[in-house]
């Protein structure tokens, strides 16, 4: 069964600071990696997106990387703020699956001043 | 602007009372999809459509409809809504199928309440 899991569930960092957030798949076969932002009660926003053969993606302040060979990605914050505070959410594609999909349950980062 | 339209963006309805959540986009998308989000799950696939009156199940389409006959609107039914059903919708679009690393949009979600 495909699975996407992320850690940590939740997070707390002050502002300015840097963080990374991981998530570890297993979904086969393996097609694209995204990173989503979710504000509280809004719809997600795409941070990145990486193919296979990319192993990291840069958004300004967001960089993902991805290790196909151990599935795992991280999404590093830099300088934070205020406003990223959302939850993340790590959404794994698959090219062989008609559900094609396979999301992560988030981690929910809270930055405070 | 690119958007995916959602309505209603809130509703509270009784048990039976058949609904429509309808979704709208404005990107000539080929690829619209239903989620549902409940708290400590991630998003759940309901639906799915790869184009005009094609479409297919995905996680958990038990108690849904929905028509894909025009490309731009995928509206979601409850023929007979139960409180289980009670959650936030997502509906997405995105130029071609997910596994092709097209950016896929969401629009700004449905809470709906049955009682």
């Known amino acids: 069964k495909n699975q996407v899991e992320q850690s940590p569930q939740s997070l707390i960092i002050l502002e300015g600071k840097n963080c990374t957030l991981q998530?570890?798949?297993?979904?086969?076969?393996?097609?694209?990696l995204r990173w989503y932002k979710q504000d509280t009660g809004r719809g997600p926003v795409s941070l990145t997106i990486?193919?296979?053969?990319?192993n990291t993606k840069s958004n300004g302040r967001y960089t993902a990387t991805l290790d196909a060979d151990t599935k795992q990605s991280s999404l590093h914050i830099t300088a934070s703020q205020l406003s990223d505070s959302a939850s993340y959410i790590c959404v794994v594609g698959s090219s062989g699956s008609a559900r094609q999909l396979t999301f992560g349950s988030g981690t929910q980062l809270t930055v405070l001043p | 602007e690119a958007q995916v339209t959602q309505n209603p963006r809130y509703l509270i309805t009784v048990t039976g009372k058949k609904l429509t959540v309808t979704c709208s986009q404005n990107?000539?998308?080929?690829?619209m999809s239903w989620y549902r989000q409940d708290p400590g799950l991630g998003l759940r696939q309901i639906y799915y459509?790869?184009?005009?009156?094609?479409?297919d199940k995905g996680d958990v389409p038990e108690g849904y409809k929905v028509s894909r006959k025009e490309k731009r609107n995928f509206p979601l039914i409850l023929e007979s809504p139960s409180p289980n059903q009670t959650s936030l919708y997502f509906c997405a679009s995105s130029g071609s199928g997910p596994q092709s690393g097209n950016t896929i949009y969401f629009g700004e979600g449905s809470w709906l309440t049955v009682v």
């Open positions: 990107m000539n998308h080929e690829y």
């Open positions: 459509s790869m184009n005009v009156e094609v479409t």
């Open positions: 990486m193919t296979f053969s990319e």
């Open positions: 998530c570890n798949y297993t979904v086969s076969p393996f097609s694209n």
